[in-house]
Structure formats: structure tokens, C-alpha cells
């Protein structure tokens, strides 16, 4: 089964997704922030890192280069309402990582999980 660890600091969207996610049959781990989420990744593997970018902590752009250091096979994608800033190179986001803009419908993110999981 694939393994999504889900980084959102808004607590209503990551219950909201997290529940999404399982009933589309992914094993799913959520943290609040950056730093927890990164302290899992160096726990445990994961097929993918589903990240806001804007959070306390650290954010999803820097959470996502540290990520893919430690294993450079991890799927990325962000969801935020701030998609030029993950496009953005300057900002350093991983190579491949995909971007969802809030707002998006559960079946566009189920789909692009999929597909980048697909992949992976």
C-alpha cells in the first residue's frame, strides 16, 4: 500500500484530506507542521510527501528539499494557494514536484495523487 505523509498546519483541512485520502485507499500520516513531518520522513518511508507550503516551523518548499535528500525517490507534491512560489526555481523546489492550488475538489487531488503515484 502506498504511504502519504500529509504536512498541513490548518487542522480542519488535514482531517478533511487525511479522510479523503484513506477512503481512496492510501495509508496516511498527517502532522501539523514542517518539522514533524520531517522528523517521520527520517523515521519511516513514504511513497509521498503531500505538503502546504506555507506553514510554522518550516516551510513546505524547505520541508520538500530536506525530504528528497533523504530519499530521493519521494514523491512531492504541494497543495497551496501559492502555486508560483513552488514553481518558482529560485525557491528551490524538488525537481517533478507537483503543484495543487487551493481551492481544488478531493476528486482532482485523488486523481493527482494517483498519477504521481503511479509513477513513483
Excluded at 529560485?90 to 509513477?119: D, I, M, N, T, W
Amino acid at each position: 500500500m502506498m504511504r502519504i505523509l500529509l504536512a498541513e498546519d490548518d487542522e480542519d483541512m488535514r482531517r478533511f484530506l487525511h479522510r479523503a485520502l484513506e477512503r481512496a485507499g492510501y495509508d496516511v500520516v498527517s502532522v501539523e507542521d514542517g518539522e514533524l513531518a520531517y522528523e517521520r520522513l527520517r523515521e519511516e518511508p513514504f511513497s509521498l510527501l503531500l505538503t502546504d507550503i506555507v506553514m510554522p516551523n518550516m516551510n513546505g518548499i524547505e520541508l520538500a528539499r530536506r525530504a528528497t535528500r533523504l530519499d530521493p525517490d519521494l514523491a512531492v507534491m504541494f497543495i497551496t494557494g501559492f502555486a508560483a512560489v513552488a514553481l518558482d526555481g529560485e525557491h528551490g523546489a524538488p525537481p517533478g514536484a507537483k503543484v495543487l492550488s487551493k481551492p481544488f475538489h478531493l476528486r482532482e487531488l485523488v486523481r493527482e495523487v494517483g498519477r504521481l503515484l503511479e509513477y513513483a
